[in-house]
């Protein structure tokens, strides 16, 4: 089974929050998900980025793909 870690969108119209969630390749995007390994809530003043780094780092030596998007985001955080 391919993998990947991606955004996904949750909250209000105009108010957006995600979970970081890893999710089969193959599923929609938001579809339904394997485990959800954190919250990024950018409308929030600092934003709120939360991770579970145990979690992430269990996926990462499977082997998963990380989204462009939250590569981004990881990046900017200084994670990746």
Request: aromatic fraction near 12%; proline fraction near 4%; charged fraction near 30%.
């Amino acid at each position: 089974m391919a993998a990947t870690l991606r955004l996904y969108r949750i909250g209000k119209k105009g108010k957006p929050a995600y979970r970081i969630v890893v999710v089969n390749k193959r599923y929609k995007a938001n579809g339904s998900y394997i485990e959800e390994v954190g919250t990024y809530d950018p409308m929030s003043e600092p934003a709120v980025f939360k991770l579970k780094k145990d979690r992430y780092e269990f996926w990462m030596n499977k082997g998963v793909i990380v989204s462009e998007g939250l590569r981004k985001l990881l990046k900017h955080q200084k994670l990746a």
